[in-house]
């Protein structure tokens, strides 16, 4: 960690960085179920899904996965995952059945929707890059887009909208506790981007900060803390910005760190997916308690 400072800029505990399991190809999507006190992690060139328990104990969740990526709880505890091979977001019903949420826009295929939050109403926000459209993080085909967006799906499913068309590589997003704003990376440009939601679309849009830094790593996996603090990967770690874009300090990482999330019985223990290993580490603040389903996740496949 670059900085261990007292009082509200504390970022972690003062306990070193631990693995919690590791052998993986590329290992994303983390998302805690609190009501089985297990992570679930997408390996996308392995085409798997994985529950990862408390002691690091590793089992199968869902094989083939259509190279999963980036997923998330919605208000109801099911499980909204995006696919790179299939170019669809799809939820896991509490049955265990996948449902398609969408996987078109204007009768073109979507790119490789990428990552994916809800709202505390149940809209769904996910980014769509073509990441997904090469052999190793997906199948190497032709974009039927000629963009690359960021949509909006709302709660009912039956509105599908693009909210911005003019990143190079939209990838990681997260609301602000208050969801009065839409923050998502550039990972082409090495930047966030804040944007402003509202009935017709959203406004703003404006570069908010730039991650740069020492080590191997790009924007990619984002989220707040209860404080409302931003934390995005970045170079050598998980960097970690005040409400005014103001980097407090980097959660050191020895590897590549692509996505990350909250969990444990406090929501203090940070699980940090790194290329091939889950590291974690205890956290000062929480992650943000954000909708029913988070707190009573449990989840069949």
């Known amino acids: ?99 398609t949420l969408a996987d078109t826009y204007g009768g073109r295929a979507l790119n490789s929707p990428n990552d994916v939050v809800v709202a505390s109403d149940g809209t769904i926000y996910f980014t769509d890059p073509l990441y997904g459209r090469g052999a190793r993080y997906g199948v190497e085909r032709r974009a039927e887009l000629p963009w690359q967006g960021v949509y909006r799906l709302s709660p009912d499913e039956s509105r599908l909208e693009l909210l911005a068309d003019d990143f190079e590589g939209p990838n990681g997003l997260c609301l602000s506790l208050d969801e009065r704003h839409l923050f998502v990376n550039d990972t082409e440009r090495r930047h966030i981007r804040r944007f402003e939601p509202d009935s017709t679309g959203v406004t703003g849009g404006n570069v908010w900060a730039e991650i740069h830094g020492d080590g191997i790593g790009v924007p990619d996996g984002m989220k707040v803390d209860a404080a409302g603090r931003l934390f995005c990967t970045g170079p050598g770690g998980v960097h970690v910005l005040d409400e005014h874009a103001r980097l407090l300090g980097v959660i050191r990482v020895p590897e590549d760190p692509a996505n990350f999330t909250w969990g444990g019985d406090d929501r203090q223990t940070l699980f940090i997916c790194a290329t091939t290993t889950v590291y974690q580490i205890r956290t000062v603040v929480p992650g943000p308690d954000t909708t029913a389903g988070a707190k009573s996740g449990s989840i069949r496949r």
């Not at 007292?6 to 590791?22: C, F, K, Q, R, T």
């Not at 992690?41 to 869902?62: E, H, K, N, Q, W």
Request: glycine letters at 8%; a neutral charge.
């Open 1 to 99: 960690m670059d900085q261990r400072a007292a009082g509200p800029a504390a970022i972690v505990a003062d306990a070193p960085l631990s693995v919690l399991a590791s052998g993986f190809e590329f290992c994303e999507g983390p998302v805690w179920l609190a009501g089985d006190r297990e992570l679930v992690i997408s390996d996308i060139p392995a085409d798997r899904m994985y529950r990862i328990s408390t002691t690091g104990s590793v089992r199968l969740f869902r094989a083939p996965s259509r190279k999963a990526n980036g997923s998330a709880l919605d208000t109801q505890g099911r499980l909204v995952t995006c696919e790179h091979a299939t170019s669809r977001v799809v939820r896991s019903e509490l049955d265990g059945t996948l449902r």
